[in-house]
């Protein structure tokens, strides 16, 4: 599985923006997938998740109620809503996928086998 994510842009705060993540091969439906970013001297960190139904979706708690994640298996794309973005959501964001499966961790960045580029996403106050 090959990702692309795109959409990263500068923003002023309380902005939104939307990523996506384009994905090759036929069975992209089976995977889960994972939007993690990282700041500039900080470690990568889990952002949201999606089951490869798209029925369990996870956040984490900095994230809840601003960005939604989401995904069209037709389209091989997964996506990442981000509303009233704050200045701290500025950092390089990544998608990551896994095959699924009843013990995937979706949290977890290194559950994840496949990788994105990154796309950059700036906040400015």
């Known amino acids: 599985v090959q990702l692309q994510a795109s959409g990263g842009g500068l923003v002023q705060a309380g902005g939104s923006l939307r990523l996506s993540c384009a994905a090759s091969g036929r069975t992209f439906s089976s995977y889960a997938v994972g939007w993690f970013r990282q700041a500039p001297g900080k470690d990568r960190e889990f952002v949201a998740a999606?089951?490869?139904?798209?029925?369990?979706?996870y956040y984490a708690d900095s994230v809840k109620g601003r960005f939604t994640i989401s995904r069209d298996n037709a389209k091989n794309t997964v996506y990442l809503q981000m509303n009233s973005l704050k200045p701290e959501d500025t950092a390089v964001y990544y998608c990551a996928a896994v095959r699924d499966s009843r013990g995937t961790d979706s949290y977890s960045v290194h559950e994840y086998d496949y990788w994105g580029q990154g796309t950059l996403v700036t906040v400015s106050s």
């Open positions: 999606i089951r490869w139904r798209g029925l369990s979706k």
